[in-house]
């Protein structure tokens, strides 16, 4: 399966770069970091989104990996 992380605004891109790298280390795929729509930062696996930037702020990296584990494993 394929893993996207999407983000929107150049600050958001440190944040998704350590991600990706993250995910390659743990995970052992190599996530696709592409520009998305304004104010999004989103990790999809194929077509679900498994994590996203909400009110509350980023998610947790580690909340991301698991459930970036999680939807690799379906």
Do not use: W
Not at 62 to 74: G, H, I, M, T
């Amino acid at each position: 399966k394929h893993v996207q992380i999407r983000y929107s605004s150049l600050s958001y891109y440190p944040r998704a770069s350590r991600l990706a790298a993250l995910i390659k280390r743990d995970a052992g795929v190599d996530p696709e970091v592409l520009g998305g729509a304004r104010g999004e930062f989103s990790i999809r696996v194929g077509d679900e989104v498994v994590a996203r930037k909400d009110a509350g702020g980023f998610p947790d990296e580690d909340e991301v990996l698991a459930q970036v584990k999680l939807a690799l494993a379906r």
